[in-house]
């Protein structure tokens, strides 16, 4: 029923869309937003052959700069969602599966969570992209890439009967391969993405073995000797430093920890900018009666920065003064339930 009523909004924001002109595609640099936009501008371009689409893959806090930059550009924005403090000429058009905070005025959304449909987080951006463009993505063989974008999120387990066949290690792998891949490197994982037919053929993909090579060998070696880089490690809590060279392992290394570690709610920052940039992960989280997007988008707010996400997986940004609090607080919340 829930996913009937998604195909039917999808369908009505799919008509509000342009069907020609200059689009720009703005997306988050996650796994699940860099799916989500190659997804979007493969299928929208075949629909619109008239149109043109530049892809822009960005962290959320970038959204101003990237829209200033393109002032003649028809944003449509995936896995972000904006807030009335963003302007731009032309009407947003967003896609994501966050709770909206402010939205602008001149926004139209595909977002569940306006719908009123219970844990609406679950349907990731990639899976929503999937949505808009079923048919063409099935016929094409590239449902592969949406259990990719959905691999370690709150959605994979829900929509796992729609990957039947393709195997769970081969998307965990290309997952983390997605998320790390530094941004100097987004050319080649795009074109990887678009030339590979099935996911052996991405995870063979000659540009990106060398970097999944050199990301799998790093990513084993940080996992297994995690507790070097601890800032406080107990049994069921554990608050990861990683230095800021390694910040592209943030987001494999707690969903990898995390799978392993199953009843230890795992944090892993990176120092970027002022702010340390957190994912955290507690793969327990529902039946322990815990929601770390809920905490994650508290705790940040009281220091004046964002964070959000689902139960099991959330990410946060806080100042170095917070980071005393961080640890009484998540202690605070493993010991409340």
């Not at 259990?147 to 929509?159: E, I, K, Q, T």
Request: with cysteine.
């Amino acid at each position: 029923m829930d996913v009937g009523r998604l195909m039917e909004e999808g369908r009505r924001f799919l008509s509000k869309l342009p069907r020609g002109g200059r689009l720009l595609v703005v997306a988050d640099d996650d796994t699940d937003g860099i799916i989500a936009a190659h997804l979007f501008a493969k299928y929208y371009q075949r629909k619109n052959p008239y149109s043109s689409v530049l892809v822009d893959i960005i962290r959320r806090e970038e959204l101003p700069a990237s829209l200033q930059e393109h002032p003649s550009y028809t944003p449509v924005i995936l896995d972000i969602s904006p807030d009335a403090s963003i302007s731009h000429p032309s009407t947003l058009y967003v896609v994501d599966h966050h709770p909206p905070n402010s939205p602008p005025s001149n926004a139209v959304f595909f977002n569940p969570h306006l719908l009123n449909i219970p844990r609406a987080s679950k349907y990731n951006t990639g899976f929503l992209v999937f949505l808009l463009f079923r048919d063409d993505i099935v016929r094409n063989n590239d449902l592969w890439k949406v259990a990719v974008s959905s691999f370690g999120d709150s959605s994979y387990d829900y929509l796992k009967s729609f990957f039947y066949g393709i195997d769970r290690r081969a998307v965990e792998l290309a997952s983390h391969v997605v998320g790390s891949v530094d941004r100097e490197h987004l050319p080649e994982l795009l074109s990887a993405l678009e030339e590979s037919k099935s996911i052996e053929d991405f995870l063979a993909h000659e540009e990106l073995l060398s970097l999944k090579r050199d990301f799998e060998k790093q990513l084993l070696e940080l996992v297994n000797n995690l507790e070097e880089h601890c800032f406080h490690c107990e049994e069921k809590l554990k608050i990861i430093l990683l230095p800021p060279e390694l910040s592209r392992f943030k987001s494999a290394v707690s969903t990898v920890y995390s799978k392993r570690n199953p009843d230890t709610l795992v944090a892993v920052g990176v120092k970027e900018g002022p702010l340390y940039n957190f994912s955290l992960r507690f793969q327990r989280a529902e039946e322990a009666g815990v929601h770390l997007g809920r905490f994650a988008s508290s705790f940040s707010s009281l220091w004046g920065t964002k964070g959000g996400g689902h139960a099991p997986a959330a990410g946060l940004r806080i100042p170095p003064e917070a980071l005393e609090e961080l640890v009484i607080e998540l202690r605070r919340l493993l010991l409340s339930r």
